[in-house]
């Protein structure tokens, strides 16, 4: 079957977005549009589920690739971008405005997860990056710090990714990923580890890696909550796509030994995440520093550079995005209630039981606790470590796990404490029901993860596979 | 019958989906059929086992990581499962004198029903671990939720150990898989593999996993959360959280010894410890005024000797512990039973004002001593089985040495009478009032009562199928 009509659907799908965004500067109509985009996200992750489900591996127009990883997260990309579309929709105060850029970044994500050329990763991110500090922007001037700092740190995270493309660019001016991953990289030039440190960096930026996560706490706080759903649950997942298309396919396809690196990275980044967490008292703070840490969670996988840790990492990227945005949207709506802070969060569970256990089945995911999605993803991670002789990563990593049950345990006994009867606090339908897909998402893969470790285990296969 | 661990350990997710949807009122009586239920079927599946107790099962759940649900049935689990239906059929009924948050605490019940039955049967470490969790974060919401007012710091501590313990546990785990020839979870497959394991790792694995039981247990220096976490509960979760989650570490360790040989150069280190822990706890007991911090540290007294029988690694010694664990979940759960009633009766925990207990409720009173006679080993007793083979266990395994612990329970015996005497049974402040048991209290005297006599006088309904 020639899958190569499915691949350029796919393509053309995601070129509406863009377009549609320039129309909907002449096109007022809320609905409309909203309804639109959630139509072709559904109809782009229902194509790439039904490619990953055939196998389908296919190159075209040169810059793009379909194979197994790449179709398993646009899927993944289109699922979460619909949870956040409508959130936006609920919350938003201009849905127009935010759906034009919207429209940006989705197709700059989408970029990135298909591309098959340095070039495509540069500028799928850029396209991601740039259009979310105007829709921060777009939310008031209370927002313009935010979206300042967001502009700096991508702009710089931006200027090292370029350099360490040019880096690459004299051992193969196509600058296709298969290509460099064949041909060329042989041999222990300086250069190239020049340029693997510096995608590292610009990697680690985007996906607010320690030390180079200055600007998300900040970031996460200022922003208004469906965009810090967006950013903590894909944004962020795109840079560690983009890293692992780099790293796995292309250095490590090479004979390169990145793992110190990470291994260094995935312990400060998890250490730092969690201990500042400890101290937070605006729950949205608190998610912020605990998404660092769960970002040093998915490089212990990375660090083990084996099959089975990237295994492990796609899994847990699948996990944390679900975790993170049913946990976001049940955030963002208290946040809209005026209720921000761990003690304002107390007897949630009288106002509105529904939203308070799905947020302690959130957090106690992110704890690891079974059998829900967090933690089959932490036992493969930590499991990943073990095997590739990284026991102190593992034992440093569930060392963590310790540190963040006081904090997660502080918001949870903080909505579960005051019984008082009090005025019960709805929840909008679209909203809860994206909280409720979310929830059951977690239970029933923590359950019965064999699906979704098999995609993942076939995800990682075909990315090592190099071409 | 193929699948009938698998039923007994799934059906009660039935009756939770019931208790969470009926009336609060209903809660108990369904957490308490749940149970039942579960002694209905584990009777069963011992009969139709055809006299060995041993039934395995294995199914088929993640194949991407070859994890089976592989389910095993033995002597000990059946010891195990036996004592945690019946703590939890007498805690849904009788233990909840305040009324308070009925159907949360029977949904409770029935999740830590779940996760006893899950852990005590499973015949993978996965599995083992997956169970240990659930068993951990239902206690926590036990603790958290219902209980004094102190009880919240309590259940953070709490929280946090275990988790702590759980982590261990975990990465010990996945230790172990990576040590074993072919990588297996398999506890069957990994005990009869053992002996390729690497020394390292082998000592790494017994070092991570001995240290997350001794935290589950209580056992000193790791039982710090323990006493308050047991004082502060309520009555329903002092009993659940003494008498079935600090065993799902003791069954831990008896696991361990079976599996790795290192288990054999580190018995008389784990043994020294639980003597330690006996007698630490034994001299402590004499500083509390509080019943439930004094029935805590005997609690910690007891899961010393059954770690030192479970170190003598002789069958006998081995068995005896399992049977300890019986023995000190029933009794622990009778005993916090008791205080808890007289507790609600008195308003009061402290011992000195208890005096007179006697003439103002007089079944508690006197279950409270009969519980305080098991404690201490008293013939015709579960205690005093259990603490008989244990140290001739021990006798065995480090001679004169090994009977030495025996004196801890000379002391616990020694203030368990004189407070008895000077406060419950005194008589000195008669009371005029008079309070009655209810009618469920009485069933959940009479149950616990009736199963410490009934495994004191006839032990070899359970020891029989064991080769001792």
């Known amino acids: ?467 | 019958m193929q699948g009938i661990l698998l039923l007994m350990t799934l059906f009660p997710l039935a009756f939770l989906a019931a208790a969470m949807l009926s009336g609060s009122r209903r809660g108990p009586a369904i957490a308490a059929l749940s149970n039942a239920v579960s002694i209905a079927i584990l009777a069963y599946a011992a009969l139709s086992s055809g006299g060995t107790l041993s039934i395995s099962e294995s199914f088929s759940y993640i194949t991407t990581i070859p994890i089976s649900f592989s389910l095993r049935l033995n002597p000990a689990s059946f010891m195990l499962l036996i004592m945690s239906y019946i703590v939890l059929l007498a805690a849904s009924v009788a233990g909840n004198h305040e009324k308070e948050s009925q159907k949360l605490a029977a949904s409770l019940i029935i999740l830590l029903q779940v996760a006893a039955t899950g852990l005590f049967l499973s015949g993978n470490l996965f599995l083992y671990f997956i169970f240990w969790d659930i068993g951990v974060i239902t206690s926590f919401f036990f603790l958290y939720s219902m209980g004094s007012p102190l009880r919240r710091p309590a259940a953070m501590k709490f929280l946090i150990y275990e988790m702590f313990a759980s982590v261990l546990l975990l990465l010990g785990i996945i230790t172990l898989y990576f040590g074993t020839p072919v990588h297996s979870f398999n506890i069957a497959y990994i005990t009869a593999n053992a002996a390729l394991i690497g020394t390292t790792s082998q000592l790494l694995v017994f070092a991570f996993l001995i240290t997350a039981f001794l935290i589950n247990m209580g056992i000193f220096p790791l039982h710090f959360w323990l006493p308050d976490a047991y004082t502060e509960a309520s009555t329903q979760g002092s009993m659940v959280l003494s008498a079935v989650l600090s065993k799902f570490g003791a069954f831990g360790v008896f696991i361990l010894f079976a599996m790795l040989p290192i288990g054999a150069e580190a018995a008389k280190y784990t043994a020294a410890l639980g003597a330690i822990s006996a007698f630490y706890a034994a001299f402590l007991m004499f500083n509390h005024k509080d019943i439930k911090r004094m029935i805590s540290y005997s609690s910690i007294l007891e899961m010393g000797i059954i770690l030192i029988g479970l170190s003598t690694l002789n069958v006998i010694g081995t068995y005896g512990a399992v049977y300890a664990m019986l023995a000190h979940g029933l009794t622990i759960a009778l005993m916090f039973l008791a205080a808890g009633s007289l507790t609600h009766v008195f308003g009061t925990r402290d011992i000195r004002t208890l005096a007179g207990a006697v003439s103002r409720a007089k079944s508690t009173a006197y279950s409270f001593v009969f519980a305080a006679f098991s404690a201490t080993g008293l013939p015709l007793t579960t205690g005093f089985i259990a603490d008989l083979l244990i140290f001739i266990g021990a006798y065995a395994a480090f001679g004169f040495s090994g009977i030495v612990p025996l004196l801890s329970i000379v002391m616990l015996g020694a203030y368990m009478y004189f407070i008895i005497e000077k406060s419950i049974l005194s008589t000195r402040k008669e009371s005029e009032v008079i309070t009655h048991a209810s009618a469920s209290q009485a069933f959940g005297y009479a149950l616990l009562i009736g199963s410490i006599l009934l495994f004191g006088i006839l032990p070899f309904t359970l020891l029989g199928f064991v080769k001792i």
Do not use: C
């Not at chain 1, 956040?84 to 429209?103: K, P, R, W």
């Not at chain 1, 502009?151 to 090292?160: G, K, P, R, T, W």
């Open chain 1, 1 to 467: 079957m020639d899958y190569a009509i499915a691949g350029y659907v796919m393509i053309a799908l995601m070129a509406l977005f863009p377009a549609g965004a320039i129309a909907s500067l002449f096109v007022k109509r809320k609905k409309a549009w909203f309804s639109a985009s959630a139509l072709i996200l559904a109809a782009i992750a229902a194509v790439s589920l039904t490619l990953f489900a055939l196998h389908a591996s296919l190159t075209l127009l040169q810059v793009f690739r379909f194979y197994p990883f790449s179709e398993l997260v646009v899927a993944l990309f289109a699922s979460m971008l619909l949870a956040v579309d409508v959130l936006a929709y609920e919350y938003s105060s201009d849905f127009i405005t935010f759906s034009a850029f919207f429209g940006f970044s989705i197709a700059g994500m989408l970029l990135v997860a298909m591309s098959n050329s340095l070039i495509t990763i540069f500028i799928g991110l850029e396209l991601m990056g740039v259009p979310t500090i105007f829709m921060i922007l777009t939310h008031g001037r209370t927002h313009t710090e935010a979206a300042i700092k967001l502009f700096v740190l991508s702009a710089l995270a931006i200027a090292v990714l370029a350099f360490a493309i040019a880096l690459i660019m004299p051992y193969d001016p196509s600058l296709s990923i298969t290509g460099l991953s064949t041909s060329s990289l042989v041999g222990g030039s300086s250069v190239i580890l020049l340029s693997m440190v510096l995608f590292a960096v610009a990697f680690s930026t985007e996906a607010a890696v320690f030390p180079f996560n200055m600007w998300v706490p900040d970031v996460y706080e200022g922003a208004p909550g469906h965009i810090t759903a967006m950013l903590a649950g894909i944004n962020k997942k795109v840079a560690f796509v983009a890293m692992i298309e780099v790293f796995f396919a292309m250095f490590l396809y090479s004979g390169y030994n990145f793992q110190p690196i990470f291994a260094l990275l995935a312990i400060a980044t998890m250490f730092f995440g969690n201990l500042v967490a400890l101290v937070q008292q605006n729950v949205k703070r608190m998610m912020a520093y605990s998404s660092i840490s769960q970002t040093g969670y998915i490089l212990v996988g990375i660090a083990a550079s084996t099959e089975f840790g990237l295994t492990a990492s796609i899994f847990y990227i699948v996990a944390h995005s679900i975790m993170i945005i049913g946990a976001f949207s049940v955030i963002v709506w208290l946040a809209g209630k005026n209720l921000r802070t761990v003690n304002e969060y107390s007897g949630l569970w009288s106002k509105n039981p529904i939203a308070a256990f799905a947020l302690t089945i959130f957090m106690l995911s992110m704890i690891g606790v079974p059998p829900l999605i967090g933690f089959i993803g932490k036992f493969l991670l930590f499991s990943s470590a073990v095997s590739a002789n990284l026991l102190y990563l593992a034992f440093l990593g569930i060392i963590n796990s310790v540190i963040s049950v006081y904090y997660y345990g502080r918001v949870m006994l903080s909505m579960y404490s005051d019984r008082r009867p009090t005025r019960r606090i709805r929840m909008a339908g679209a909203v809860a029901a994206v909280v409720i897909i979310l929830l059951v998402a977690t239970i029933a893969i923590g359950i019965f993860p064999g699906p979704l470790m098999h995609a993942s285990a076939l995800a990682a296969n075909s990315v090592m596979l190099g071409s």
